[in-house]
């Protein structure tokens, strides 16, 4: 298949609730160092010659329609966002955005070596593991030899612990059509549904979805203050001295 190397679709449309006590604008606009989230993410995408950038707005959609001064991208906006999760999302990007590419979450800070792996990748589909954070709400993927068997949010529903997601992967043309199928099938009652837990987890059981484990990979979600507290303390101090190592 054909590198993704100049697309990424970021899912920014959510509410933030659990963050929004402490933190009013989108969970992208969460500053664990100099820059926040999304500025990082969009710097290292065009760092790495990936240009062609879609973003899904929800809440706070103006702050990133501002953004758009600094950073090359095209907003595509879920009005629906209060009531619906990151598959319906992707769905309103569907139609805009031509598979192979990046997808990823708006509110992780990840290593820039997350990006190369993908994009040198020539399977169909790859979602990137990393070893065991201990995080907290971790997303756990089950599976053996490269190939996805479930992917969820209870330990007791994986047999076979492959990583935890990290809200990066490569959606190639024929993986696109089948998430889209998938979410066609669920609306209106699946509005509320996700693209990892939900969409790629049902697929796995019929359609060959893969997985990249890079077990010393360093990144974090940030979905409360101490996952925040956790990214400024120990995630970007360890990324800054990834990022010196030659």
């Given at each position: 298949?054909d590198?993704?190397?100049?697309?990424?679709l970021?899912?920014?449309?959510?509410?933030?609730?659990r963050?929004?006590?402490?933190?009013?604008l989108p969970?992208?606009?969460?500053?664990?160092?100099?820059?926040?989230?999304?500025?990082?993410?969009?710097?290292?995408?065009?760092?790495?010659g990936?240009?062609?950038?879609y973003?899904?707005?929800g809440?706070g959609?103006?702050?990133?329609?501002e953004?758009k001064?600094?950073?090359p991208?095209?907003?595509?906006?879920?009005?629906d966002?209060?009531?619906?999760?990151?598959?319906?999302?992707?769905?309103v990007?569907?139609?805009?955005?031509?598979?192979?590419?990046?997808l990823?979450?708006?509110?992780?800070?990840?290593?820039?070596r997350?990006?190369?792996i993908l994009?040198?990748?020539?399977?169909?589909?790859?979602?990137?593991l990393?070893g065991r954070?201990?995080?907290?709400d971790e997303?756990?993927?089950s599976?053996?030899?490269?190939?996805?068997?479930?992917?969820s949010?209870d330990?007791?529903?994986?047999?076979h612990?492959?990583?935890?997601?990290?809200g990066?992967?490569?959606?190639?043309?024929?993986?696109?059509a089948?998430?889209i199928?998938y979410?066609?099938s669920?609306?209106?009652?699946?509005?509320?549904?996700?693209?990892?837990?939900?969409?790629?987890?049902?697929l796995?059981?019929?359609?060959?979805?893969?997985?990249?484990?890079?077990?010393?990979?360093?990144?974090?979600?940030?979905?409360?203050p101490?996952?925040l507290e956790r990214?400024?303390?120990?995630?970007?101090?360890?990324?800054?001295s990834?990022e010196?190592?030659?």
């Amino acid at each position: 298949m054909d590198k993704a190397t100049g697309r990424a679709l970021i899912l920014a449309a959510g509410l933030g609730s659990r963050i929004s006590g402490t933190h009013s604008l989108p969970k992208g606009f969460l500053k664990p160092g100099e820059e926040t989230l999304i500025e990082r993410s969009l710097r290292l995408l065009g760092r790495n010659g990936i240009t062609d950038i879609y973003l899904v707005t929800g809440s706070g959609y103006n702050h990133y329609e501002e953004l758009k001064k600094h950073f090359p991208f095209t907003t595509i906006h879920n009005a629906d966002y209060a009531k619906t999760g990151s598959l319906y999302s992707y769905m309103v990007a569907a139609r805009q955005v031509e598979p192979p590419f990046l997808l990823l979450e708006s509110d992780i800070l990840y290593e820039e070596r997350s990006l190369s792996i993908l994009q040198q990748c020539t399977m169909e589909n790859a979602v990137l593991l990393s070893g065991r954070t201990n995080s907290g709400d971790e997303v756990y993927v089950s599976g053996h030899a490269g190939r996805i068997h479930a992917i969820s949010k209870d330990p007791q529903k994986i047999e076979h612990l492959a990583g935890e997601l990290t809200g990066i992967s490569l959606i190639g043309k024929e993986t696109h059509a089948a998430m889209i199928r998938y979410a066609e099938s669920t609306f209106p009652a699946g509005r509320s549904e996700h693209y990892e837990t939900d969409a790629l987890n049902s697929l796995a059981s019929t359609f060959p979805l893969y997985y990249l484990l890079v077990p010393d990979l360093i990144w974090c979600e940030i979905d409360d203050p101490a996952h925040l507290e956790r990214a400024r303390t120990k995630i970007l101090p360890a990324l800054r001295s990834k990022e010196k190592t030659p």
